[in-house]
C-alpha cells in the first residue's frame, strides 16, 4: 500500500509446495491481517471466501491480506479481481505470483497481473516511484526522508561530484542525490531492481544516472570511473571483503555506509579505518522500527 498515496496493490502468492501437505482442498480465501506488509500464503484452519471478504474495511484503518490457497485451482480469480477493482477505489491492481520452493522466501520469480496494473505508486523525496509487487522499499517512509536529508546534509554537495550508489536496489538514495551531483552510478545484483530505477529515473527525468547490474564485488572494482563519494547499503551480512578492498583502493573522498545491523557495520568500520585510507566521522542511527531492537545506521567516513 502507498502510504502516501493511498493506493493498494493486491498480491496473491501461489506457494505451492506448503500446502500440497494439507490433507483437504483449501478454497481460495483471504483474512484481514494487521501485520503483514504484503499478502503470503499460509496454512490456516479455517478461510473467508474470496467473493465475502472486504479489502478496506468501512473505517479508515486499511488492512492487507493472507492468501490461502493450495495452487489446484484458481478458476474464477480474474473475475472476483475484476470486482475488487470495481468495489474499492482505493485498489489499482491484482497480481498473482508464483513460488515453487518451501521455505521462507515469500515471492517467486513469476509474477502476473490479473487484472488493473501490476505497480503502485509512492511518493518519496519529491519523486513518485513506482513499485512491484516483489518491490523491496522502506515502509517508514518518513524515517527513511530523515535520514536521507542526514546523508545530503553531511555530504555537503557542491554539484560536480560523481557518486556510485552500490546494493543500489531500486534506487530510493541515488534517484534523490542524483538531483544534487554530477552524474551516479548504481550497482545491483537483482535484474528486476534494476529495471525498476530505470523505469523511476524516466518516470521522473533524472538523466544524469545510469545503473550496471552484477554484484557488487565484481563491479566496484572495475568502474570506468574514480568516484568521489561511494554510498553503500549492504544486506544484513555486510560487506564481502572484496568491496572493502574495491573501496580501499578507490580512495574516495567521502563514504556513506548505510546498515541495518551494527555488528556487521563495526566489523566493515574496523577494516576501512585500519587500512589507513579513511576515518570515520559520525555516525547517525534511525528508527526504522520503533519499539523493535532494530536500528538503521548511516556511517560516515572521509578520506585521510
Not at 509446495?17 to 504484503?38: C, D
Not at 513499485?131 to 536529508?149: D, I, S, W
Not at 559520525?282 to 572521509?302: G, K, M, N, W, Y
Amino acid at each position: 500500500m502507498g502510504r502516501r498515496t493511498g493506493e493498494i496493490l493486491l498480491t496473491l502468492v501461489v506457494k505451492g509446495q506448503e500446502v500440497t501437505k494439507t490433507p483437504e482442498k483449501v478454497p481460495l480465501g483471504v483474512e484481514n491481517t494487521e501485520r503483514s506488509p504484503h499478502l503470503l500464503l499460509k496454512k490456516r484452519r479455517k478461510t473467508v471466501p474470496a467473493s465475502a471478504t472486504k479489502i478496506i474495511d468501512s473505517g479508515s484503518h486499511r488492512h492487507s491480506k493472507t492468501v490461502v490457497t493450495d495452487a489446484a485451482d484458481l478458476s474464477g480469480l480474474e473475475a472476483q479481481a475484476q470486482r475488487w477493482l470495481e468495489q474499492y477505489p482505493q485498489l489499482v491492481g491484482v497480481c498473482l505470483n508464483f513460488n515453487a520452493h518451501p521455505g521462507n522466501v515469500v515471492f517467486g520469480q513469476e509474477t502476473f497481473c490479473v487484472a488493473g496494473r501490476g505497480y503502485l505508486q509512492e511518493e518519496f523525496a519529491g519523486l513518485t516511484l513506482r513499485l512491484n509487487p516483489e518491490t523491496f522499499f522502506q515502509v517508514n517512509t518518513e524515517a527513511a526522508e530523515a535520514l536521507l536529508r542526514e546523508i545530503q546534509g553531511e555530504l555537503n554537495l557542491q554539484g560536480h561530484e560523481i557518486l556510485v550508489d552500490a546494493y543500489c536496489g531500486i534506487g530510493t538514495l541515488s534517484l534523490p542525490l542524483a538531483q544534487q551531483v554530477q552524474q551516479v552510478i548504481g550497482l545491483e545484483v537483482q535484474a528486476s531492481a534494476i529495471a525498476q530505477a530505470q523505469q523511476n529515473s524516466e518516470f521522473n527525468q533524472i538523466k544524469n544516472i545510469s545503473f550496471q547490474a552484477g554484484t557488487v564485488e565484481t563491479l566496484l572494482p572495475n568502474l570506468d570511473v574514480k568516484p568521489d563519494i561511494v554510498v553503500l547499503d549492504p544486506p544484513r551480512k555486510g560487506c564481502d571483503p572484496r568491496v572493502i578492498e574495491a573501496l580501499i583502493e578507490l580512495q574516495s573522498q567521502k563514504l556513506v555506509y548505510m546498515s541495518c545491523k551494527p555488528a556487521t557495520l563495526a566489523r566493515d568500520l574496523k577494516l576501512l579505518c585500519e587500512s589507513g585510507i579513511y576515518r570515520l566521522t559520525r555516525i547517525q542511527p534511525a528508527d526504522f522500527f520503533p519499539q523493535t531492537s532494530h536500528v538503521e545506521c548511516a556511517a560516515f567516513l572521509v578520506k585521510n
